[in-house]
């Protein structure tokens, strides 16, 4: 494999280029670029109850696996991030190590010039031909010398000739990890993207006195989460205080009510579940892994009567919400498409567990 500087540079710069209240709902996904199909007839035979509660419950799921999907969109999005630092990283090493594999054979180019102006002979026959006993012991450190400098610099030769393969070989492996992770984010994109457009579709279809009491049905179903949560006593237990880095968190959460959410966002003007979470506590000095999943494997867990405002409630078994406890039982959370950053119940969703960033 050849590496020439411009084709080193050239890489490397196409590396970089490439590279509601209370008692509201929530869940974590994204929003998808808008299509331009017509929307279907609303109907206008109301639906009875059990099959509202039929179509509140598949909305929910739909919007559940779109935010699994999301969840594996910012991870992929995150580990092409860092393949990419990494393959310009390597490409400096490897234009690095040609130029001093350049200078190194210009060395060597030298050293036969020399050779060449002393008449092909080389200073160790130079010596043993010598009569004069001053040139003897003259030849003889000069022969020592010249046998050092030439193994020191095939040495070098052959070190970075190895050091340019290695890195070579590390790109290459960087480059194929690089096209797994965007072809990880294609497939996590279009899965939002499918449960997005069908969740919409389904409510697309709903008259408009349906819709309002779907909207009442989640609105009920996240207050009697909250209601039994609540009736748990776990506000008695709760009493841990927020550290001057938790009320930085939350200052920024409660900075952004009233922001749409957007699948894959992290703000400035739209986030979605952990973009809102991880900015929250970048903005806080305390960075933290980028996704709900990373969140909750990566930090520590802390039990639930002993959280704190700032703590991150970590919400369904597969982490694919995650949310910033503001304190008195409530959350600040980017819910899903169609909803902007609100405060919520932090019992409304089924809880997984509590982590502490600046643990």
């Not at 710069?13 to 209240?21: F, G, L």
């Not at 992770?181 to 497939?187: N, Q, S, V």
């Not at 006195?209 to 009697?224: F, G, N, T, V, Y």
């Not at 999943?293 to 919400?321: C, N, T």
Request: glycine share 8%; hydrophobic share 40%; charged share 25%.
């Amino acid at each position: 494999m050849g590496w020439g500087k411009r084709g080193i540079l050239t890489a490397a710069v196409t590396v970089v280029c490439a590279a509601t209240v209370l008692t509201a709902p929530g869940t974590a996904f994204a929003d998808p670029a808008p299509t331009t199909s017509a929307s279907p007839t609303p109907s206008t035979t109301p639906v009875p109850g059990k099959d509202l509660e039929k179509v509140r419950e598949k909305l929910d799921k739909l919007y559940h696996d779109a935010a699994v999907a999301t969840d594996a969109y910012n991870a992929a999005e995150e580990k092409a991030k860092q393949q990419s630092a990494e393959i310009v990283s390597l490409a400096k090493k490897i234009a690095e190590g040609q130029s001093r594999l350049d200078r190194l054979k210009d060395q060597a180019g030298a050293a036969a010039r020399q050779q060449y102006r002393t008449g092909g002979l080389p200073p160790t026959a130079q010596f043993l031909l010598s009569d004069d006993p001053g040139q003897f012991l003259d030849g003889a450190g000069l022969v020592l010398q010249g046998q050092r400098a030439t193994n020191k610099l095939i040495g070098e030769v052959s070190g970075t000739q190895k050091d340019l393969q290695a890195y070579a070989a590390d790109a290459a492996d960087q480059w194929q990890r690089l096209d797994t992770e965007r072809k990880a984010k294609a497939t996590a994109k279009k899965r939002i993207e499918q449960q997005i457009s069908a969740a919409e579709k389904l409510e697309s279809e709903l008259a408009k006195k349906d819709k309002e009491r779907l909207a009442k049905l989640e609105e009920q179903a996240a207050l009697k989460a909250q209601t039994s949560w609540l009736d748990t006593g776990i506000l008695k237990e709760i009493n841990g205080r927020a550290t001057a880095q938790d009320k930085k968190a939350v200052a920024f959460a409660t900075a952004q009510l009233g922001k749409p959410y957007v699948w894959g966002a992290e703000g400035p003007d739209s986030f979605d579940c952990s973009g809102l979470t991880s900015q929250a506590w970048a903005a806080a000095g305390h960075p933290i892994p980028r996704t709900s999943q990373e969140q909750w494997q990566q930090l520590k867990h802390i039990d639930v009567k002993d959280m704190r405002p700032g703590d991150l409630i970590i919400y369904f078994s597969d982490a694919s919400h995650v949310a910033l406890y503001v304190g008195d039982g409530a959350i600040i959370q980017a819910p899903r498409p169609g909803r902007d950053v609100t405060i919520a119940g932090a019992g409304s969703m089924p809880i997984l567990g509590v982590v502490r960033p600046d643990a």
